[in-house]
């Protein structure tokens, strides 16, 4: 069974850091391009980063670029989002999400882990 | 990169059909067919049920159904359940190598 599990989510004042990891199983990890998608309460969807299979190349959107980094480590099956610099309009469940393959859309989601920025 | 436009809200009686619009621009929705619909349910991750425009992954029931024409693509949920009853989003690739998200759709099955 593919599963998806984020962790690393909780409580951070504006200005701060945290970094948010997702482990996989049931699948080639290796295989497969790997995205963020977070969720501000009560809002919706909105895609943060993508990584390719290799961990070769990364992509942002323009809210989070040069504030996040995307990474991951094929040996452990797990990603990590490095999160600095972190804003009110940070709030929200952050999901990891499996590509399919190509660009088709995302397949299997975690069940997303809550990050909540406030002073 | 601006989110794709959905109805904020749509709704049906058991039995009937829905459809859901999701327009975009010549650089996402227009520009590839890489066009996808998820269902979340209150507290739930989302699911995808729609991919590549009008294919539906194993398991998911052939009510439901997508199409594109131009900048706008649409979902369209027949014989309307009660379990239906959910957020739906659309998402499509974009020519900056990113995705992007439409702001979603209540659907309520009355």
């Known amino acids: 069974e593919v599963q998806l599990v984020e962790s690393g989510g909780g409580f951070v004042q504006p200005g701060g850091s945290l970094r948010l990891s997702c482990a996989a199983s049931?699948?080639?990890?290796?295989?497969?391009?790997m995205s963020w998608v977070r969720q501000a309460p009560g809002r919706g969807l909105e895609w943060v980063s993508g990584?390719?299979?290799?961990?070769?190349?990364?992509y942002y959107a323009d809210s989070v670029k040069g504030r996040f980094t995307f990474s991951r480590d094929n040996s452990k099956n797990t990603l990590y989002l490095q999160m600095n610099s972190l804003r009110g309009d940070d709030t929200a469940v952050y999901y990891c999400a499996k590509r399919t393959s190509g660009r088709s859309g995302f397949d299997c989601w975690g069940q997303g882990t809550l990050v909540t920025v406030s002073s | 990169q601006s989110a794709l436009t959905q109805p904020a809200s749509v709704s049906g009686s058991p039995g009937q059909s829905i459809t859901i619009s999701c327009t975009g621009t010549s650089s996402d929705v227009g520009g590839y067919n890489h066009v996808s619909w998820y269902q979340q349910h209150p507290g739930k991750a989302p699911k995808l049920m729609i991919y590549?425009?009008?294919n539906r992954p194993s398991g998911v029931s052939s009510r439901f159904s997508g199409s594109k024409s131009g900048n706008t693509a649409s979902l369209t949920i027949s014989g309307l359940q009660a379990e239906d009853e959910a957020d739906y989003y659309c998402s499509s690739y974009t020519s900056a190598t990113t995705w992007v998200f439409g702001g979603g759709t209540k659907l309520t099955v009355l």
């Open positions: 590549d425009v009008s």
């Open positions: 049931g699948f080639t990890f290796s295989s497969y391009a």
């Open positions: 990584i390719t299979n290799s961990g070769g190349n990364t």
